[in-house]
């Protein structure tokens, strides 16, 4: 434990030390009390506010009332309930492919998929800023890694020509990523894949329910659906409660009941999830003017910030950083913004390279136009006090 302790004193020292903070009350119109505040949440990936829907809320304890409140079982056991399979055909039908599989989480998702489909002697090519779930089953494979520099496809493509000899080849990208709101070059990596005879597979956690005339993400969005071999997703996000999944071939989703470890050995979702998921895809699809307000009001949040001399990274999406860079300052730049009532959080290494620190704010069409524009010019404002922007 002295140890331990002395390591947590490092971290500390230099500004780097997490910790849990409590959330008392979670309120409409995408809000949290916090310390006794009630501050405009801009840190949630509740990206549509789905999760306080009633109609999703309704749909969750019906499930329970009928299924239980847990599957008793893992899948291939006997915890695939009929609510399970109906769930996979309507995600299926959703992202437009043959087959899908639900897993309990989107991490587990990424890690069973990515062990699942290649091991030893296989080359992963990786963009640099992927999320951690896809770092940690590419490890967990015994695959090559080739990491390449964030949307960098010169740089991939010599990599994909130098693994010539690799039995497969996986390229693996997020669609929006997390750390930047930036997209995915995805047109040409379907070209480069096609080109070197590899597997394109796209992590569509941020993009499901918010890109997409009918919410499945930049793949239907730029007509691809049909070029990408796995689609990955959660619902932990924009649709509001948990689970993640992989939709595409069927035999990509049969090859997967067998071989994806977290699915094999893990307790089926819980049927109140499963409410909750079948409640929101609904949703997703018959509502797009969701996602349209939430595009129009990040448009609005952006140009603010980028006419104020800001950097935010080449977002274009729903989650916009401000780069600040040193840690500390970071800090001090999100804890202003707290005690003015705004819930923003500071991104440090190791989840952004040194030097690069930032506060992410992530919006959601829950938010109020004019919650949003008045967090906007807070920020604008704090952020010139401290010496930032213009
Ligand atoms: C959040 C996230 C995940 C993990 O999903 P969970 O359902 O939260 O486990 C995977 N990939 C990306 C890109 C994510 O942002």
Known sequence: ???????????????????????????????????????????????????????????????????????????????????????EARLADFKGTEAAIIFPTGYMANVGTISALVGPGDVVFSDRLNHASIYDGIKLSGAVLQRFPHRDLNRLEQLLREAGGARRRLIITDSVFSVDGDLAPLTDLAALKARYGAWLMVDEAHATGVLGAKGGGLAEALGLTREVDIHLGTFSKALGSQGGFVA???????????????????????????????????????????????????????????????????????????????????LKFAARLMDQGLMAVALRPPTVPPGRARVRFSLSAAQAADDLSRAREVIVATARAMGLGS
């Not at 008392?24 to 119109?29: A, F, Q, R, S």
């Not at 309704?58 to 008793?72: P, Q, S, T």
């Not at 003017?289 to 140009?303: D, V």
């Open 1 to 87: 434990m002295e140890e331990l302790t002395q390591e947590l004193a490092a971290l500390d020292a230099r500004s780097l030390r997490r910790r849990l903070q409590v959330v008392d009350e979670v309120l409409p119109g995408g809000k949290v009390r916090v310390a006794g505040q009630v501050r405009l949440n801009l840190s949630s990936n509740d990206y549509l506010g789905l999760s306080l829907d009633p109609r999703v809320i309704e749909a969750a304890c019906a499930a329970a009332a009928r299924w239980g409140a847990g599957a008793g079982a893992s899948r291939l056991v006997v915890g695939h309930l009929a609510l399970h399979e109906a769930v």
């Open 248 to 330: 595409g071939d069927r035999r990509l989703v049969d090859y997967l009941h067998n071989r994806a470890r977290s699915f094999i050995y893990s307790t089926a979702l819980a049927p109140p999830v499963l409410g909750a998921i079948d409640q929101a895809l609904q949703i997703v699809v018959q509502e797009p003017e969701r996602r349209l307000f939430l595009q129009r009001q990040s448009e609005n949040f952006r140009q603010g910030l980028v006419s104020a001399g800001l950097d935010i990274l080449g977002s274009e999406t729903q989650i916009i950083p401000v780069l600040v860079g040193e840690n500390d300052r970071t």
